[in-house]
């Protein structure tokens, strides 16, 4: 009656809480992933899971064959895994750096997955911030660079991840608070705060004031994400941050978010050698990320493949 394909379905539909992210993580035409279901209801008789509900609430009947899938898709995942380690080392290592602070939200969820289903690869992570990681990457000392910024090289592949807006973040009750968008020239007067990272390394330097020639007054540094929010809302300053990390103190009213210029977006990617990307372990990480990024993060885009 369930066939496998049904329980991985359901499974994706759980994490990213979406029909539309549904059908882009299975590479399904919205018209072929709503015949399966169809289908699958007319089999049981009933509904999997309520329509025009976001996040997907789930029937009972659509609970019970989430637990199925629970149980059977990590068993076949494993035996998956064990048959190709007779053909593939699986033993491997990903030793990564983030140049992304506020990275931290989505990707140690996505590690902790990660590594349920791969416990044989070495993980490890150092931040970025304070060496250049493409070097270390290419000499072998890292494996995998989290990053927004492209530096071409034909010794490196970028694999896509996630289209995120970077917005400038007031308080409240910042004059700039009123405006519909930010240009350039209306921060050549503000206190900019960052984190703690050279500043031509910084999207809304290299991508919105640098090429207006503007510099802001003055520029203050935070450790973190929560850090930041707070000085923002006390109003010690502004600060240009992604999306999804200031979502839910923007719904809380701590703050207010607001476009740079017709809208900054950037591309999330992970950087590998061009010689390692094929590899299982690195593939299965890679699909890890985008699933947890596109079930847990409000407001990213996600990435056509291929």
């Keep these: 009656m369930i066939e496998l394909k ?7 539909l759980r994490d990213t809480g979406s029909l539309t992210a549904t059908a882009t993580t299975l590479h399904l035409t919205q018209s072929a992933l709503s015949h399966q279901l169809k289908d699958l209801e007319a089999r049981i008789g009933g509904q999997l899971f309520l329509r025009k509900t ?63 289903a791969w416990p044989s690869v070495t993980l490890d992570f150092s931040s970025g911030f304070g060496f250049e990681p493409l070097p270390a990457l290419v ?3 890292l494996d995998l660079v989290i990053t927004s910024d492209i530096q071409p090289r034909s010794e490196v592949h970028y694999e896509p991840l996630f289209d995120f807006e970077m917005r400038l973040v007031t308080s409240v009750s910042h004059p700039l608070a009123k405006k519909k968008s930010i240009q ?12 703690p990272v050279q500043k031509n390394r910084l999207d809304v330097v290299k991508h919105f004031l640098q090429p207006a020639s503007v510099d802001p007054k003055q520029w203050k540094q935070a450790d973190n994400t929560l850090m930041l929010i707070q000085m923002v809302s006390a109003g010690l300053g502004v600060a240009a941050l992604p999306n999804w990390a200031i979502s839910e103190f923007s ?19 992970a950087a590998t050698r061009h010689s390692d990307k094929d590899k299982r372990y690195l593939q299965a990480f890679f699909n890890t990320a985008r699933i947890q990024s596109q079930g847990h993060l409000d407001g990213i885009k996600t990435v056509k493949l291929g």
Excluded at 184 to 195: K, R, V
Aim: proline content about 5%; overall charge neutral.
């Design 184 to 195: 350039p020239s209306d921060l050549s007067d503000q206190t900019m705060l960052s984190y």
């Design 251 to 269: 719904r809380q009213g701590l703050i207010t978010s607001i476009p740079l210029g017709n809208g900054l977006w950037r591309r999330l990617f």
């Design 54 to 116: 976001r996040p997907v609430k789930f029937t009972a009947e659509g609970e019970i064959f989430l637990k199925l899938a629970e149980d059977v898709l990590p068993r076949i995942a494993k035996a998956e895994n064990e048959v190709a380690s007779l053909k593939e080392d699986v033993n491997g290592r990903l030793h990564m750096a983030i140049e992304c602070h506020s990275c931290f939200q989505w990707l140690m969820p996505a590690l902790k997955e990660y590594q349920q």
């Design 139 to 141: 000499c072998g000392e």
């Design 6 to 12: 049904h329980l991985k379905t359901l499974a994706t």
